[in-house]
């Protein structure tokens, strides 16, 4: 199977076995969002249990 190209790009493991994401929404019309806001969308998040499972699926990890 090949591992799913768009989601190479978008996501990282861990060496603890998580996945890295980037937030969304940090790309344009940053006027409006506060200081707080912006700083906090700089750092990566991890994906959700829920979403685990996919993911790892989309990079053929299971």
Same mark, same amino acid.
């Given at each position: $199977?090949?591992?799913?190209?768009?989601? &190479?790009? #978008? !996501?990282?493991?861990?060496?603890? %076995?998580?996945?890295? #994401?980037?937030?969304? !929404?940090?790309?344009?019309? /940053?006027? &409006?969002?506060?200081?707080?806001?912006?700083?906090? /969308?700089?750092? !990566? %998040?991890?994906?959700?249990?829920?979403?685990?499972?996919?993911?790892? /699926?989309? /990079?053929? $990890?299971?």
């Amino acid at each position: $199977m090949k591992t799913n190209s768009s989601a &190479k790009k #978008r !996501f990282t493991l861990t060496a603890s %076995g998580k996945i890295k #994401r980037k937030h969304a !929404f940090k790309s344009h019309i /940053l006027t &409006k969002k506060s200081k707080k806001r912006k700083r906090n /969308l700089t750092y !990566f %998040g991890a994906v959700d249990k829920a979403d685990q499972k996919n993911v790892k /699926l989309l /990079l053929n $990890m299971l």
